[in-house]
């Protein structure tokens, strides 16, 4: 091979090589946006809101088939919620409810 003919592959390689260096260094600045803690974020909560409108939808697809069963859970649920009252309620001295239900046949 001749000076000039080394000279030549020299200068390809160089060249390879800067075009290597810059893609990666593309690479690596698109891998630090999307590792970048407001994107990240940004896409989970994106995930969860696609997630929660499916939800939703299928909750009230269910419904529709079955509006019995929904009812049911609704129930339960809306019990579950109010336990708290209901069991004040509950445990109340019978004097109290009935001295309660007298003040308001007065009303």
Do not use: N, Y
């Not at 009230?60 to 129930?75: H, I, K, L, Q, T």
């Amino acid at each position: 091979m001749t000076g000039r003919a080394i000279g030549t592959r020299l200068a390809l390689a160089q060249a390879s090589a800067e075009q290597a260096r810059a893609r990666l260094s593309e690479t690596i600045g698109t891998l630090q946006h999307r590792a970048s803690p407001q994107v990240l974020a940004q896409d989970v909560a994106e995930s969860l809101k696609a997630r929660g409108v499916d939800a939703v939808f299928g909750v009230v697809e269910s419904a529709r088939r079955r509006p019995a069963r929904f009812g049911v859970a609704a129930a339960v649920l809306g019990l579950w919620l109010a336990r708290g009252p209901i069991v004040r309620a509950l445990r109340r001295p019978s004097s109290a409810r009935s001295l309660k239900t007298q003040d308001h046949a007065h009303d």
